[in-house]
């Protein structure tokens, strides 16, 4: 039996969600809810040390970290592959989703909570917020995310978190000039990888990022046609108060973040 | 097949490990990084980071040192490197991650504020300029500049010592129950972690693994037994090690108290 321990929000979750609809494999979902620091008590961080989501539970294996479970998925269960089958298409592909990991993933998280997800723990008081930093446990992330709601969009890593992202919509745009998906003409592990984070960036209004980039734009089209996107996706967010805050805020934040891409 | 490489790079002596336990030969290309040879209009149209190592197998250009170690595996698989059972994988990608998860990082500014910032600050002013122009990224630019300039007073430099400290905690906790990181057999997480584990040890911080994280120690014994290690051995720049010894010494105590705050 498969279980996974994952967020509506969380992007990494909706990564491992969609290898898993692709793939068309059942699981048991348990949601945490990451406001209540669900994913900080000492029952989970027995399961995921990192104390972030998504962890797999397989016949009582568990597997952490999202890239590392998507392809332990696909090598587990054979039908329906998500990877290339040469090893130059795989090399491409890993070529994707190892940039998560390197970056990727940590920009996202500056921009989700200078933007956003800063109104969230403004709103704790002193003490709960000092509780939910102790609860990060690695000392990098937690100054991020303190600088982030602390400093809103004037954190010292926004700039630098959109010029990654423009550079990554133009990688994938000349990809995607060679081919019909990331890695090659079949849907992989690397649209799989980058495709929540394409949409997180909507849902913070920053669609301006891709909108000289037609390819791009085609391919989250392409995208959002599948059933997997909707059901692995856009549905875990349907009435999320996140959503419409980042709405919100993304909206008012806008134009100073396209000052500052200006600026850099 | 044809790789471009640097004698002394963590991220080449990782791949040759690999390269060296398949009994795989490439041609080589040593690029002198100071130099800006990774940076050139040419190169960068092979590897538009500006970073090695760069794979040139039947004309496929591969890039990005834990990319090339999977390809190679899937390429040439009858020395195989990866554990079978898919759980094991897992267990192996997630030692192989931790690099590109900040290690990597950790150990280039650990290297720069002990020891390759003295080779930087007996340059020019204006040469010191160029290089830190020619890197891309404006982060590694920023961390570079930062340790030339303060060596351990840089305030990247606890967050590295810190993750420095935290992979090697993990790998001797993992290490007490099994013979490698991904099991019982030699994998790429192996070759990728020894690199690292050489750098401290060149550092003059083998004393980390002396205590509580022992394990470590057998682990690399075991790893410098094995013929691949000439990945890294036989390329070692003597002039290089003696810097990092003299300068790890010069800076002992205060390293000391870095580590153990």
Redesign the interface.
């Known amino acids: 039996m498969l279980e996974l321990y994952h967020s509506g929000t969380s992007v990494c979750s909706a990564k491992v969600r969609l290898a898993l609809t692709e793939k068309q494999l059942d699981f048991t979902s348990h949601v945490l809810d990451m406001s209540r620091g669900e994913h900080q008590t000492p029952d989970y961080r027995r399961l995921n040390p990192n104390a972030v989501v998504p962890t797999l539970v397989?016949d009582g294996?568990v597997?952490?970290?999202s890239?590392?479970?998507n392809?332990?998925l696909d090598?587990?269960f054979e039908p329906h592959p998500l990877r290339p089958p040469?090893?130059?298409g795989?090399?491409r592909m890993?070529?994707w989703t190892?940039q998560l990991?390197?970056g990727v993933h940590e920009m996202t998280s500056v921009l989700s909570f200078a933007i956003a997800f800063r109104h969230l723990l403004l709103a704790k008081s002193p003490e709960a917020l000092a509780q939910h930093y102790a609860g990060i446990p690695d000392?990098?992330r937690r100054?991020r995310i303190r600088d982030a709601v602390e400093n809103g969009v004037h954190a010292e890593l926004t700039a630098?978190a959109l010029?990654r992202f423009e550079r990554l919509v133009a990688d994938m745009d000349a990809a995607l000039a060679r081919n019909a998906w990331l890695a090659g003409d079949e849907l992989t592990l690397a649209d799989i990888g980058l495709a929540p984070y394409l949409a997180r960036l909507a849902q913070l209004r920053l669609e301006f990022l891709w909108q000289e980039r037609p390819r791009v734009a085609a391919w989250i089209d392409a995208w959002r046609q599948r059933p997997a996107y909707t059901s692995a996706l856009s549905n875990w967010l349907v009435g999320s108060p996140a959503l419409a805050l980042m709405a919100q805020s993304g909206e008012s934040a806008l134009p100073t973040l396209k000052s500052l891409l200006v600026q850099a | 097949m044809e790789l471009y490489h640097n004698n002394m790079s963590v991220c080449a002596q990782k791949v040759r490990l690999v390269l060296a336990e398949k009994g795989l030969k490439p041609l080589e290309h040593h690029l002198n990084l100071r130099a800006g040879e990774a940076t050139t209009p040419q190169y960068l149209k092979l590897n538009p980071n500006g970073v090695i190592p760069t794979l040139i197998d039947h004309g496929r250009v591969i890039i990005e040192s834990t990319v090339i170690c999977e390809y190679l595996d899937d390429a040439y698989p009858d020395i195989a490197l990866r554990p079978p059972a898919p759980a094991d994988r897992a267990l192996m990608r997630l030692w192989t991650r931790l690099p590109d998860a900040g290690l990597h990082q950790a150990c280039g500014i650990t290297s720069f504020a002990i020891a390759f910032r003295q080779q930087m600050l007996a340059q020019p002013r204006a040469e010191i300029e160029r290089q830190l122009a020619e890197k891309p990224d404006p982060q590694v630019r920023e961390n570079l500049r930062a340790t030339i300039e303060l060596g351990l007073d840089a305030p990247q430099v606890r967050k590295a010592l810190a993750d420095y400290r935290r992979a090697i905690g993990r790998m001797a906790q993992q290490l007490e129950s099994t013979t490698w990181l991904a099991g019982s057999g030699y994998s790429l997480a192996d070759a990728a972690l020894l690199p690292y584990v050489c750098r401290l040890e060149q550092l003059g911080l083998g004393w980390l693994w002396s205590g509580a994280h022992r394990s470590i120690a057998g682990w690399l014994e075991r790893s410098k037994a094995r013929a691949n290690y000439a990945g890294i051995r036989d390329y070692l720049d003597p002039k290089y090690l003696e810097l990092m010894q003299r300068a790890s010494a010069e800076c002992g105590s205060r390293l000391r108290e870095l580590l153990t705050a």
């Open positions: 397989d294996l597997v952490i970290e890239t590392v479970i392809e332990y090598e587990r040469d090893a130059a795989r090399a890993r070529l190892r990991d390197d000392r990098a100054a630098t010029r």
